[in-house]
Structures are given as structure tokens and as C-alpha cells.
């Protein structure tokens, strides 16, 4: 189980590179597939050259196949429980087959050595995320792991600014029931103030119930992770989110 030190320590990371890298303004960013954090999820082991390594390798395999065509794929290897392996793959709703694939096989590659020899694990890039474990996860929401990132720069007027994003996102969590995707973007020109983008998706094993349910929750920390925040993202194992004042994708431009 991740523990909270090793969430704040990844928050930490992030708001740095964050700070090092600040986005352009008007940059959307989105030709560059950064890496954002992993976490290794479960207390069980694993050793090389066992059923269990063996299914892991043909799960990810599969799904660097399987998912990009449409985003999503999702398999179990391995019919014996004891060392059966699940997985996912979830590309952003925008991203190309072509880029989709590119960001699987690199996090199928990076988990393995991250992870390496742990029984379950879950890796996030902009432009993907995967996840496997031993541990029969389909439709269930994970609260195991939330990661917040926000752009340093605050609004010019935070209450306002806080309402306005709390609005978008609250309206695009509402859309995203009715979108087979579970993936929705928006904008809002708001008065007196730069246009909004926001961005929510969930994996595709969700219900639309447990989606708008995993996504509500998220967006309800909104105060904790990105209070005035110009910029901000809420990052789990089933849904995320998130907002700023450029195009997040090209859709958005
Ligand atoms: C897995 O390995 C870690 C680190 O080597 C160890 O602390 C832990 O007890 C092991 N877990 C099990 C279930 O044996």
C-alpha cells in the first residue's frame, strides 16, 4: 500500500519540476508526453522467471496491442488465481493510436523496472496510464493513490477564479456520464479573465455511475490540491482532472 509520505514526496517532485519547467503561456504542451509519477501498490513479491512474471510480461504486451486502437484495453493473464494478472491501459481521449501505443510500451517498460518485483503497480503520463496487479480491480474505484499538481502562479482573484473552475468541472463531470469515452473536455470564457479549459476522463471499467462518482470526489478537493491556482490536476488510479487558462489539448485550440 502507498503510504502518504511517498504521495507527498511525489507532490513535492512534481510542483518542482513544475516550477522548473513552467508551462508557455499558450503552449498546450501536448506534442510532450512528460512523465508525471508511479506508485507500486501492492505489498505482494514477485521473482523473475514465474508464472507470475511471465503473465505480467504477456499482460502489458497485449495491451500495447489491444488498447491504443481505442484507448482502453484491459485483460487478465493467467487462469490459475494465485498468479493471475490484471491490467489496464488508458490513453488521454485525444491521443493518436500512434501515440497511444509509443506511451504504452514505454510505461509497460518503466513500471517493470520501477516496480520491479512487485505483485502490482500503476504509472501516469500525460498521454496514458497503465496499471497491473494481482488483485482483481475491474469497475472498482481506487482511492489508493491521488496525486495533486498545480502551477504555482495564483489568480489575480482567487474567490472568483475558485468558483469558475469549480463550475467547469463541475459541469463536464455531469456530461461525462452520458459519453461512452468517460473521457470530456470544455471551456469557459469567463468575464474580465482568461478562457478556461478543463479536461476530466476515467477508466473504462467504471460504470458512468462510479465514474461521475470517482470524478465528484476528486473535484472535491479542488480547495486542497489548487486553491487559486492558475493551473491544477487530480491524478488516481481511476479518474482525473484537469484545468488550465491555455488549451489543455488540440481540440481546445
Ligand atoms: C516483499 O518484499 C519487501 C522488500 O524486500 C519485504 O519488505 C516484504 O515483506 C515482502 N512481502 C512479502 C509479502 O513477503
Do not use: H
Not at 472568483?160 to 469557459?188: C, R
Amino acid at each position: 500500500m502507498t503510504n502518504s509520505r511517498s504521495t507527498i514526496f511525489f507532490t513535492l517532485l512534481l510542483i518542482t519540476l513544475f516550477l522548473l519547467s513552467p508551462p508557455a503561456f499558450g503552449d498546450s504542451n501536448n506534442n510532450n508526453n512528460a512523465f508525471l509519477t508511479y506508485t507500486c501498490s501492492s505489498y505482494d513479491n514477485y521473482t523473475a522467471n514465474t508464472p507470475y512474471a511471465n503473465n505480467l510480461k504477456q499482460a502489458l504486451y497485449q495491451l500495447t496491442s489491444t488498447a491504443p486502437p481505442s484507448g482502453f484495453g484491459l485483460t487478465s493473464v493467467g487462469d490459475d488465481l494465485q498468479n493471475q494478472v490484471n491490467a489496464l491501459a488508458l490513453c488521454r481521449g485525444d491521443v493518436s493510436p500512434t501515440d497511444c501505443k509509443t506511451c504504452i510500451q514505454v510505461a509497460s517498460n518503466e513500471i517493470q523496472q520501477q516496480c520491479l518485483n512487485k505483485k502490482g503497480g500503476s504509472i501516469w503520463y500525460d498521454f496514458c496510464f497503465l496499471k497491473y496487479s494481482n488483485i482483481k480491480f475491474f469497475g472498482k474505484i481506487d482511492n489508493g493513490f491521488r496525486l495533486y499538481m498545480w502551477n504555482v502562479q495564483e489568480a489575480e482573484n482567487p474567490t472568483v477564479f475558485n468558483e469558475q473552475v469549480k463550475n467547469l468541472l463541475t459541469s463536464l463531470v455531469e456530461q461525462v456520464e452520458v459519453t461512452p469515452k468517460l473521457y470530456v473536455i470544455g471551456e469557459k470564457e469567463n468575464e474580465g479573465s482568461k478562457k478556461l479549459y478543463g479536461l476530466v476522463q476515467c477508466t473504462r471499467d467504471l460504470s458512468t455511475a462510479a465514474c461521475k462518482k470517482c470524478l465528484t470526489d476528486a473535484v472535491a478537493e479542488l480547495p486542497r490540491c489548487c486553491d487559486a491556482k492558475i493551473g491544477g490536476r487530480v491524478i488516481g488510479g481511476s479518474c482525473n482532472f484537469r484545468y488550465e487558462i491555455y488549451p489543455i489539448v488540440d481540440a481546445q485550440k
